[in-house]
Antibody
Framework: EVQLLESGGGLVQSGGSLRLSCAAS????????MNWVRQAPGKGLQWVST????????YYVDSVKGRFTISRDNSKNTQYLQMNSLRDEDTATYYC????????????WGQGIKVTVSS | EVVLTQSPATLSLSPGEGAALSCRAS??????LAWYQQKPGQAPRLVIY???NRATGIPARFSGSGSGTEYTLTISSLEPEDFAVYYC?????????FGGGTKVEI
C-alpha cells in the first residue's frame, strides 16, 4: 500500500524551529518529486515546497524562503521540512504529498500533521 | 503568480442533481490543472489531473473540461459521498497555486 506518514509536528513558540519528517512506503521513493502543502485552520490549501528526485531541484513559496528548508534522504525513503523563524501565520496542518511522475499532479497525500506557532 | 478563482464559493444541491464547478486562472495554465476533493478532517484526494483525466478509483460521474484560463469540474449526479470541498490547482508555473475552494453542500 502506498503511504506517507508525517511526524514532528507540535506546539512551538514564535521564532522557534521545528523539523517535519515524512516516511514513504509502498512505492519507489527516489522516482518521485516530493512536496509539502499546508492548510491553516479553516482555510484553503497552500503549496509550500517541492524537491526533485535527486534533491537538486528545489522550490519554495515566497513566504517561507530563507526560513524553511526541504530535503530528502532516498536511502531512508524520507523527506524533511526544517522550519526556522516560525511565525503565527505558519500555524497549519502540513501535508506530505507525492507528485505524480513527470512533475504531475499531487497524487498521494499523507494524513497531515499539525504545527501550532504560539506568540 | 497564477491566481485561481473558483466559483461559486458554495453550491447547495441535493443527491441526484448535477454540479458544475468553475475555476478561472489569471493567465493560461496550458491544461495543467487538477481538481482535489477534501472532506472534513481528511486529507485532500486527487480527482482530476491535466484538465480531464480521472485519477485512480474516481467514478465516471466526475469529469473535467476546459482550456486556457477556464476550467470546469462536472459531477453528473451527486452521490451522498460527493458532498465536500473541491479545490483546483495549477502546475503550469511556479509557485504552484490552488484556488480558494468550492463547498458542495446538501
Amino acid at each position: 500500500e502506498v503511504q506517507l506518514l508525517e511526524s514532528g509536528g507540535g506546539l512551538v513558540q514564535s521564532g522557534g524551529s521545528l523539523r517535519l519528517s515524512c516516511a514513504a512506503s509502498g512505492f519507489t521513493f527516489n522516482m518521485f518529486a516530493m512536496n509539502w502543502v499546508r492548510q491553516a485552520p479553516g482555510k484553503g490549501l497552500q503549496w509550500v515546497s517541492t524537491i526533485g528526485t535527486t534533491g537538486e531541484n528545489i522550490y519554495y513559496v515566497d513566504s517561507v524562503k530563507g526560513r524553511f528548508t526541504i530535503s530528502r534522504d532516498n536511502s531512508k525513503n524520507t523527506q524533511y521540512l526544517q522550519m526556522n523563524s516560525l511565525r503565527d501565520e505558519d500555524t497549519a496542518t502540513y501535508y506530505c504529498v507525492r507528485r505524480a511522475s513527470n512533475w504531475g499532479a499531487f497524487d498521494i497525500w499523507g494524513q497531515g500533521i499539525k504545527v501550532t506557532v504560539s506568540s | 503568480e497564477v491566481v485561481l478563482t473558483q466559483s461559486p464559493a458554495t453550491l447547495s444541491l441535493s443527491p441526484g442533481e448535477g454540479a458544475a464547478l468553475s475555476c478561472r486562472a489569471s493567465q493560461s495554465v496550458r491544461g495543467l490543472l487538477a481538481w482535489y476533493q477534501q472532506k472534513p478532517g481528511q486529507a485532500p484526494r486527487l480527482v482530476i489531473y491535466d484538465t480531464s483525466n480521472r485519477a485512480t478509483g474516481i467514478p465516471a460521474r466526475f469529469s473535467g473540461s476546459g482550456s486556457g484560463t477556464e476550467y470546469t469540474l462536472t459531477i453528473s449526479s451527486l452521490e451522498p459521498e460527493d458532498f465536500a470541498v473541491y479545490y483546483c490547482q495549477q502546475r503550469s508555473s511556479w509557485p504552484l497555486t490552488f484556488g480558494g475552494g468550492t463547498k458542495v453542500e446538501i
